[in-house]
């Protein structure tokens, strides 16, 4: 089975996305704060005419705050979030990543044993060998599930 992933670096790390969750990958612009947000959470961007929220992966992680710099990128993913029991709302979220190098295509998932990152395990769905190196595959759902949580609305007879 081939699949393609985009990948990219923070810190010492080099992490991939499965192609098919990207919607794009844009230079990083500074987002509009969103008053109580998160502390991870950069704010609002908008491409396209929608309103993309922006997590800084660094921050998420307690990772060592760095200057954004020309080689920091915005991948954008959509996903989809529950509202109730039969009904759900697609998101936009945006991971700000200190560099994005390449789609690349993995026919054999080899497993790289015992390599270690610098997020928890449960972001990571899986750990692959690629070029000799480890490829942190991330659990994009994951990563983004509390900042989506607070989008939900409740009616106000509940």
Request: with cysteine; net charge negative; aromatic share 10%.
């Amino acid at each position: 089975m081939i699949t393609n992933y985009l990948t990219f670096t923070v810190e010492e790390n080099t992490y991939a996305i499965d192609v098919s969750a990207v919607l794009e990958v844009l230079n990083f612009t500074e987002p509009t704060a969103v008053p109580c947000a998160l502390p991870y959470i950069e704010g609002l961007i908008y491409s396209r005419e929608q309103g993309i929220t922006v997590v800084n992966f660094r921050k998420r992680f307690d990772l060592p705050v760095r200057d954004i710099d020309k080689r920091s990128k915005v991948i954008v993913v959509e996903i989809d979030t529950p509202i109730d029991a039969t009904s759900q709302r697609v998101s936009l979220y945006g991971l700000v990543a200190d560099s994005v190098q390449d789609v690349i295509q993995i026919y054999d998932e080899e497993l790289f044993e015992g390599a270690k990152c610098s997020i928890p395990e449960e972001f990571v769905s899986t750990v692959l060998k690629y070029n000799d190196q480890p490829l942190f595959i991330i659990n994009y759902k994951k990563l983004f599930e509390e900042a989506g949580s607070l989008n939900i609305q409740k009616p106000a007879n509940q």
